[in-house]
């Protein structure tokens, strides 16, 4: 591309093709995720001339899945709390911007700015009607009715140096920007569009790159193991487990299909790939509320009563197919508190909830994600090596992070005269004063998909 723009090809309607030609501009954020469409709505309401760029057909495909669709979008508590929570070495890389988002500001953000209502469940929080669907309809309406241009099915391919920014590389058309963001995710789930595109960016760029290990994954049992081969998952609300040389972890624990998940396993398998640990020799308490001398008593009371371990352990508190495993297994009082399933391998890392490495943490600012060594080069969510537990941990980092780049980014795309205040700080305030609302705005009960000007008597452009 030479000169002020660059030309891209685009199939419409009936396979009509039209030349859009692109001026320079002042930011590009690659990827629609959770990182990238919180840095577009806020790059929106500050007024940036700016582009979202997403490889995919869609927006959002990971953020959907997030807490089963019902997208666990963070953890009720301060910044301190999650602070602790994420551990070393994140904690500290983050400290910044979670003090800038703390979960309640995010819930403030959500809701002046996407009415986007939420509700605490459990200690997380979720969305009012607890539906993925609502956020991404959120985000994106917001993006569309201040004309945000969102391109789809444009992965970035090569990313450049060029004087005064940056030039971004598609199959069918480049772009030029003074500052670009890279919010394109891990390697987790890679056909939601997280394909790891940030280890070949950081190599182009020459930024360090940390190994990427799966992080909140499951673990396969022994194929012929009593408990990998029940017939029906099922889900034990508290339990403990632990390795050699690690913390144990409470929370809950999901069998199925030969697999162990849930809250525990994923938060000690994070663990150990944070810690590059590969030792899983797993132990398992069943009842971590009860002494082991509390339970003994118990089951030998219950067992001398029905006679059949089975319907003893289904007496304690077990589900009937996993007390008749473990019974098959010789399980007693003692190996409830203590019970080991085996050397354990850790799933794929294409199956993980979140990818432990990334991008260099060493290599940007916390204070505002911007490349040390880059200027106008910015970061945020999983891209980045940064990680946390499960509950909704992970995409608060994210929107966090992007929040925080966001801040600075409009810091230093200096707006122009013309422009006014309100523009210039509406990111950093969800109480700055808006425009009128239009019809098809997110809070509008006319909103259709037929179009933001059909109930004005309009037709959509065809």
């Known amino acids: 591309m030479a000169g002020a723009f660059a030309s891209a090809i685009f199939l419409l309607d009936g396979g009509l093709a039209a030349l859009i030609n692109f001026m320079n501009t002042d930011l590009i954020i690659i990827g629609a995720g959770a990182a990238g469409l919180f840095a577009a709505c806020g790059a929106a309401d500050a007024g940036l001339k700016a582009v979202l760029l997403e490889r995919r057909h869609r927006a959002g495909l990971k953020l959907l899945m997030c807490g089963n669709n019902r997208c666990n979008l963070s953890h009720a508590g301060n910044a301190e709390d999650l602070l602790r929570a994420y551990g070393p070495p994140v904690r500290d890389f983050l400290d ?56 789809y099915s444009a992965p970035a391919e090569e990313i450049q140096r060029v004087d005064g920014g940056y030039r971004v590389n598609t199959p069918n058309f480049s772009l030029e920007t003074r500052c670009l963001l890279l919010a394109i995710g891990g390697f987790s789930y890679p056909r939601t569009g997280s394909v790891g595109d940030g280890e070949p960016f950081g190599r182009m760029l020459g930024i360090p790159f940390e190994e990427p290990r799966a992080g909140l994954v499951g673990l396969s049992l022994p194929a012929r193991h009593p408990i990998a081969q029940l017939p029906t998952a099922t889900d034990l609300p508290e339990v403990t487990v632990g390795v050699p ?23 000690l398998t994070r663990l150990a790939a944070r810690q590059r640990h590969e030792d899983f020799r797993l132990s398992i308490d069943f009842f971590p509320q009860e002494t082991a001398e509390q339970l003994a008593r118990r089951y030998q009371t219950l067992l001398s009563r029905t006679g059949q371990p089975r319907i003893a352990l289904n007496a304690l508190g077990l589900p009937p197919m996993l007390a008749e495993a473990l019974a098959r297994d010789g399980v007693d009082a003692a190996g409830l508190k203590d019970y080991r399933p085996g050397d354990l391998r850790p799933r794929p890392l294409k199956e993980a909830i979140v990818t432990v490495g990334g991008l260099s943490r060493s290599a940007f600012d916390p204070a505002t994600m911007q490349c040390r060594s880059l200027p106008g080069l910015y970061a945020a969510g999983e891209v980045l090596d940064i990680d946390g537990p499960t ?72």
């Open 391 to 462: 509950g909704g941990y992970n995409l608060h980092a994210a929107f966090a992070t992007a929040h925080l780049a966001i801040l600075h980014l409009v810091k230093t795309l200096r707006q122009s005269p013309s422009q006014s205040a309100r523009q210039r700080s509406a990111c950093a305030s969800p109480d700055a004063p808006r425009r009128p609302r239009r019809s098809g705005d997110a809070k509008d009960p006319r909103k259709s998909a037929w179009g933001k000007h059909f109930w004005d008597g309009k037709r959509p452009m065809r």
């Open 245 to 267: 040389g690690l913390p144990a972890i409470t929370g809950n624990l999901l069998i199925e299909n030969g697999v162990l998940r849930g809250a525990a396993i994923f938060d």
């Open 96 to 151: 910044d911007a979670l003090r800038a988002l703390p979960p309640t500001e995010l819930q403030r953000w959500l809701q002046m700015r996407l009415g986007l209502h939420t509700k605490v469940l459990g200690n997380r929080i979720y969305p009012a009607s607890e539906k993925g669907d609502d956020v991404l309809h959120a985000f994106l309406d917001h993006l569309r009715d201040r004309d945000f241009p969102v391109i």
